[in-house]
């Protein structure tokens, strides 16, 4: 089953936009700071959805910075994780294998445990 990114209605420039805002090194710090965290949300058959998609966004306002486990939809996951970010206005950090990393900060500057 091939993932039809056109059909969740994903423009392509705002991801661009949303990946222009962390630099390389702040990038590379995030990924050193996600190495030994597990991943909190799951990816599977039903692919990219609201009930995932909310997930995904109560775990970054929790955390800030988490992974992302695909199980399936392997060779789509690139796409999908553009469009995660998209929809939860997170960064795609990194993607090792079938784990992708996405942070994004807190709201309230209080609250914030990781500094960019």
């Not at 209605?9 to 996600?34: C, D, F, H, P, W």
Request: hydrophobic fraction near 40%; charged fraction near 30%; charge should be positive.
């Amino acid at each position: 089953m091939k993932y039809d990114m056109q059909r969740r209605n994903t423009n392509i420039y705002q991801v661009k936009k949303i990946m222009e805002k962390l630099k390389g090194s702040a990038k590379k710090q995030l990924r050193g700071l996600a190495h030994h965290l597990k991943p909190v949300v799951m990816v599977g058959r039903n692919g990219v959805n609201e009930q995932l998609t909310a997930s995904v966004d109560a775990a970054l306002k929790d955390h800030e910075l988490i992974k992302v486990k695909f199980l399936e939809f392997k060779e789509e996951k690139k796409e999908m994780a553009q469009e995660i970010a998209v929809i939860t206005k997170s960064e795609v950090v990194g993607i090792i294998g079938n784990i992708v990393t996405f942070f994004r900060q807190h709201p309230q500057t209080e609250r914030r445990k990781i500094k960019v």
